[in-house]
């Protein structure tokens, strides 16, 4: 069965620091890309950041650039991201997903096919 | 930045069908996805590349797209489809990755 589980979630004070973790298990880490989506409290998804399958590739959304690094151990079959500078609009559930895609002709669709259950983060003084 | 926008809400009875739109420029060209997200637990891919239903989803869901429009449809509605529904895309660079504002389909 194909599991991903986050952790690291909690609360912290506006310019505060965190780390979140994602472990995997039921597929092959090493071979899939993966990303962090976010949900504020009663708002939609926004994608975050993504990593390539080697770690050797990194994007991320103009709202975290410079705030926050995605990194990944495939020995431990896991994701990280290091989340600095908190503002109070980071708050949020932070999912973890496994990337998926297809190509049609020379284009490259990603998507995200399994999610984990979420970790959340609350920045509040 | 790309946007696509979505209807906030659909109502339907039990057994009638559910459409829920997502408009977007560049949906002509880069495929459309759903996600189911029920409350409290994590999303789920109900159609992928516009019209392609993973394994385990039940029939009764559907994708199409036309133009700069994409559209989920539930057949035959069921309580347990109530949830909120995302549409995804990429904009026409494929760089920046977006999720529709969102639908909650309400079923009674």
């Known amino acids: 069965e194909v599991q991903l589980l986050e952790s690291g979630g909690g609360l912290v004070q506006p310019g505060g620091s965190l780390r979140l973790s994602c472990v995997t298990s039921?597929?092959?880490?090493?071979?899939?890309?993966m990303s962090w989506v976010r949900q504020a409290p009663g708002k939609g998804l926004e994608w975050v950041s993504g990593i390539s399958d080697t770690g050797g590739t990194t994007y991320y959304a103009d709202s975290v650039k410079g705030r926050f690094t995605i990194s990944r151990d495939n020995s431990k079959n896991t994701l990280y991201m290091q989340v600095n500078s908190l503002r109070a609009e980071d708050t949020a559930v932070y999912f973890c997903?496994?990337?998926?895609?297809?190509?049609?002709?020379?284009?490259?669709?990603?998507?995200?096919?399994?999610w984990g259950r979420g970790t959340l983060v609350t920045v509040s003084s | 930045s790309y946007e696509l926008t979505q209807p906030p809400s659909v109502s339907v009875s039990p057994g009638q069908t559910a459409r829920i739109t997502c408009s977007g420029d560049a949906l002509s060209k880069k495929y459309a996805y759903w996600y189911q997200q029920k409350s409290g637990q994590a999303p789920v891919l109900v159609i992928y590349?516009?019209?392609k239903r993973p394994s385990g989803i039940p029939e009764r869901f559907s994708g199409s797209s036309s133009g700069t429009m994409a559209t989920l449809t539930i057949s035959g509605a069921r309580v347990e489809d109530e949830a909120d529904f995302y549409c995804y895309s990429t904009d026409s660079t494929g760089n920046q990755r977006v999720f529709g504002t969102g639908t909650k389909v309400t079923v009674l």
């Open positions: 039921g597929f092959t880490f090493r071979s899939y890309a």
């Open positions: 590349e516009d019209s």
């Open positions: 997903a496994k990337d998926s895609f297809t190509i049609s002709g020379v284009v490259v669709y990603w998507y995200f096919d399994l």
